[in-house]
């Protein structure tokens, strides 16, 4: 089952913008309406929505938050094993891999490469076999904590 955008929609089109499959639909200015079919119910046209017009899944409706309060995904690198399942969860590519680690212990570590581009889907941390990505809201301290 898909999101709904509910009655209150006023056709801002910023859902459709956000929208990572190009679900949403709808004329400037009028009621928008989500393809089930495409819909990989993200939640970032809830997130974006600034007329709390879009249902979840469950029929709740989605509150609109700042962007700078998207989670993000966190990776401890102790426990990422390097297996790329978390990029290729990503429906917007925001994840990317670096090197990492001293001679005779290289990996090519996931990170968080477009912070801007993060919806907070949390598909990355929820495809992660090992557990070793997190989705918490950013503050200054893990701002500073994530290099």
Same mark, same amino acid.
């Given at each position: 089952m898909a999101y709904k955008i509910m @009655?209150? /929609?006023n056709g801002c089109g910023a859902c459709v913008r956000l929208c990572p499959v190009g679900a949403i639909a709808g004329e400037k200015r009028a009621l928008h309406a989500i393809d089930g079919a495409l819909c990989i119910e993200c939640g970032a046209c809830g997130r974006i929505c600034p007329e709390a017009a879009v249902r979840d899944v469950s029929g709740m409706? /989605?509150?609109?938050s700042k962007?700078? +309060?998207w989670p993000k995904p966190f990776i401890d690198k102790a426990l990422c094993?390097? /297996?790329t399942i978390c990029l290729n969860a990503c429906p917007v590519g925001c994840?990317? +891999?670096k090197l990492t680690g001293g001679r005779g212990?290289?990996?090519?570590?996931?990170f968080l490469k477009d @912070?801007?581009?993060c919806i907070g889907c949390g598909f990355c941390a929820f495809e992660c076999p090992v557990n070793a990505i997190v989705m918490l809201v950013p503050t200054k301290a893990l701002s500073v904590s994530k290099g």
């Open positions: @009655e209150s /929609c409706t /989605c509150q609109r962007r700078s +309060q094993m390097s /297996c994840l990317a +891999q212990d290289l990996h090519a570590r996931p @912070e801007k581009a």
